[in-house]
């Protein structure tokens, strides 16, 4: 069990908060959630060119394991995942069936969105990452280096930013090839009737 950083308690005191300890607080509210809406930013900093892409979008979810994850324009696609089944989408282009558990930066963002949302055990953190908690004053963040090859490969850490209403508000994935993106959420809503054919 991996023990880092120090909460303020109301007394001035500090204690110290395991990894463990905390992804099972984010997993237990997870578990209440049936339905999640939220805005996104995603910011691609692509280190070839040395430009930054901005795009908006949006994320929804449905238990126990429907979730669209939509970015517009100029960087839109669509990724699709019922049950099993995960498609890709791009403009004018047909729908991929992907391999999530193989899929670089997707996969694994996928796998801790569901985590956060209690789909996922929070052990599974553990086992596939070495992970070390930062707490500060409005927000935790946690850090997560994989520690299966093929993941590294692509991967080198993925930044989780969490408030203190343990809500998502930001993850940022660093990848080998100097590429980085940063995801922002606003306007959450758990347990809020989603749009119709949210998931086809």
Do not use: C
Request: aromatic fraction near 6%; glycine fraction near 8%.
């Amino acid at each position: 069990m991996i023990v880092v950083g120090a909460l303020a308690t109301a007394g001035g005191a500090a204690r110290a908060e395991s990894v463990d300890a905390f992804l099972g607080r984010l997993a237990a509210a997870g578990k209440d959630t049936r339905t999640l809406q939220a805005q996104l930013v995603q910011r691609k900093r692509l280190s070839l060119f040395r430009t930054e892409v901005v795009t908006k979008g949006r994320v929804l979810f449905e238990r126990p394991d429907r979730l669209r994850w939509e970015t517009f324009r100029p960087d839109a696609s669509l990724l699709l995942l019922v049950g099993q089944r995960a498609e890709f989408r791009l403009p004018g282009e047909p729908a991929r069936v992907i391999d999530l558990k193989h899929g670089g930066a997707l996969g694994a963002l996928v796998e801790q969105l569901f985590v956060w949302l209690g789909v996922r055990p929070a052990r599974d953190i553990g086992r596939q990452y070495t992970a070390t908690l930062q707490p500060e004053k409005r927000l935790t963040r946690l850090s997560l280096v994989p520690k299966e090859a093929v993941l590294r490969s692509r991967v080198k850490q993925l930044v989780l930013e969490v408030g203190a209403d343990l809500l998502l508000q930001r993850i940022v994935v660093l990848q080998k090839d100097g590429d980085t993106t940063a995801i922002e959420f606003s306007s959450v809503k758990r347990n809020a009737k989603l749009p119709p054919n949210s998931f086809k």
